[in-house]
């Protein structure tokens, strides 16, 4: 079996496609956000308040990493952290008032370029591969 049959390789070779078409449409539409960063944000507009350890929860980023991807849409203007009213511990996250405006700039072509990703395949095709990913994505064998 080559690797080009195996299943390890074809997903690392369709995660790098999407990263570069992600960075590429992106790039043309003057958004500076990484694939993990919208994904942050995302989380974060859909769930006010969040802290760290549940966004990385959310997006199936490691806890420890997040703090940088955090720190840099912070040092970007596009969040904001503030201790938690329910743990003093917690920094809760929210996005401000030019990361809100950023992300509904971003969504609609993230939302496009889904298309571009599952190029080559048809409409019942497509579903078929987000269907099988997410049984793949939530089995035990997975982790």
């Known amino acids: 079996m080559h690797s080009t049959d195996m299943a390890g390789h074809l997903i690392r070779r369709l995660h790098q496609k999407s990263t570069q078409i992600f960075a590429a449409r992106l790039q043309q539409e003057g958004i500076a956000l990484t694939p993990v960063q919208f994904a942050a944000m995302d989380a974060i507009q859909a769930n006010p308040g969040l802290d760290q350890a549940q966004i990385a929860m959310l997006i199936a980023y490691d806890r420890a990493t997040i703090g940088g991807v955090i ?52 409409d019942d095709d497509r579903g078929a591969f987000m269907e099988l990913a997410k049984i793949i994505l939530t089995s035990d064998a997975a982790e």
């Open 71 to 122: 720190d840099r849409l912070e040092k970007k203007g596009l969040v904001e952290r503030s201790v938690s009213a329910k743990d003093r511990r917690a920094r809760v996250v929210r996005l401000t008032t030019s990361g809100q405006r950023l992300f509904e700039t971003a969504l609609p072509v993230v939302r496009a370029l889904q298309d571009t990703i599952l190029g080559g395949l048809d």
